[in-house]
């Protein structure tokens, strides 16, 4: 069954900001005397950053914790970068007739902030936010309002991220599900139905569909 339409995840998948987070999270924290390592930090990847705190045990008023949050990400904002590979597949898929869209854990103000500067709008049809709908991942609703959006049929759209709760929400959709082996210890762990192990990998198995 071919792919008429595919959705990304964006931290962890296409961009690289695994230190970008956990250092704006660091940075965030300690105003409220928490410290936080890289092990503890992976129970937020994959959902919003008000359904992080409860996990991380940080008891705060989220508006005052995007506030913190926004302030620190600016020290580090630069240091976010695509995979090397990533923009390249994006423009390949494209030339194939494929319609690409953006399925993030990210509210809107983030999303502005932290991925502006890739200009994805450029090289995606749709976009969807935290704001977008009630609930996020690992509910299927995020990817069902992409199908939406796009006209598409979810069982030929496919979504690549690189988390469980990723490859959960995609079940639930009816999508075919892809987690990337570069941002996950233990990739084959989470079921999808492939494992990208690199852009090449990934390229051809969406290209197959």
Not at 50 to 57: Q, V, W, Y
């Amino acid at each position: 069954m071919r792919f008429t339409h595919i959705a990304f995840d964006l931290d962890g998948t296409l961009v690289d900001t695994e230190q970008v987070l956990l250092k704006t999270w660091q940075q965030a924290a300690r105003g409220y005397g928490r410290e936080l390592d890289l092990n503890e930090f992976r129970v937020a990847f994959g959902i919003t950053t008000e359904d992080a705190l409860g996990p991380l045990g940080l008891d705060v008023n989220p508006s005052e914790f995007a506030r913190r949050w926004n302030d620190a990400y600016a020290d580090f904002a630069d240091e976010a970068a695509f995979f090397p590979g990533a923009r390249e597949l994006l423009l390949s898929l494209a030339s194939h007739g494929l319609g690409l869209g953006a399925v993030t854990s990210r509210e809107r103000d983030e999303y502005e902030r932290f991925f502006g500067k890739f200009r994805l709008d450029e090289l995606m049809d749709q976009v969807v936010l935290a704001d977008d709908t009630e609930r996020h991942k690992p509910a299927p609703d995020p990817l069902l309002h992409f199908a939406r959006l796009a006209v598409a049929d979810p069982s030929h759209c496919a979504y690549v991220g690189d988390q469980p709760s990723d490859v959960q929400a995609a079940r639930a959709a009816g999508f075919a599900s892809c987690i990337v082996a570069w941002s996950h210890p233990h990739p084959e762990e989470a079921g999808a139905d492939f494992v990208a192990h690199d852009f090449d990998e990934l390229e051809r198995w969406l290209l197959a569909g």
